[in-house]
C-alpha cells in the first residue's frame, strides 16, 4: 500500500479534501503518520490554521500546538520571522528544525 493510500484510509471526506485541495503539505501529513514529532504554530480564530489542526486532531498524533496572535501581529515578530520569513500562519516545525507553511 502506497503512503497516499494509507493517508486516504485513514482520512474521511473534510481531510481528503484539504489534501487534495493543498491545504495541508502531504509530506507533513506522512510526518504525522510515521510519528515524527512537530510543532504546529497557528491562531485559533484562523480557518486555514484550524484546516491544520483538525487533520492532526483526526490523524490521532501527539504534536505541540503553539498559538501565534494574527491580530496582536505574532506572525511578524522577530522570533516567528526567524522561523517562517514568511510572517504567515500555518505553519509547521518538524523535530529536526525544518518548517513548511500549511498553504
Same mark, same amino acid.
Given at each position: ?6 493517508? %486516504? ?5 473534510a &481531510?481528503? $479534501? ?5 491545504? /495541508?503539505?502531504?509530506? $507533513?501529513? %506522512?510526518?504525522?503518520? #510515521? ?17 491544520? %489542526?483538525? /487533520? ?8 505541540? $500546538? /503553539?498559538?501565534?496572535d &494574527?491580530?496582536?501581529?505574532?506572525? #511578524?515578530?522577530s522570533?516567528?520571522?526567524?522561523k517562517?520569513?514568511?510572517?504567515? &500562519? ?7 528544525? #525544518? ?5
Open positions: 500500500m502506497t503512503s497516499i493510500q494509507k493517508i %486516504k484510509s485513514r482520512a474521511d471526506t &481531510v481528503d $479534501w484539504y489534501i487534495e485541495q493543498g491545504a /495541508v503539505h502531504l509530506y $507533513w501529513v %506522512k510526518c504525522l503518520l #510515521r510519528g515524527i514529532d512537530v510543532k504546529i504554530y497557528g491562531d485559533l480564530i484562523s480557518g486555514n490554521c484550524l484546516k491544520v %489542526k483538525y /487533520v492532526a486532531d483526526y490523524l490521532g498524533h501527539e504534536y505541540q $500546538w /503553539v498559538t501565534v &494574527v491580530v496582536e501581529g505574532g506572525a #511578524r515578530t522570533e516567528m520571522l526567524a517562517n520569513p514568511a510572517g504567515q &500562519v500555518p505553519f509547521i516545525e518538524l523535530h529536526d528544525g #525544518r518548517i513548511f507553511g500549511a498553504v
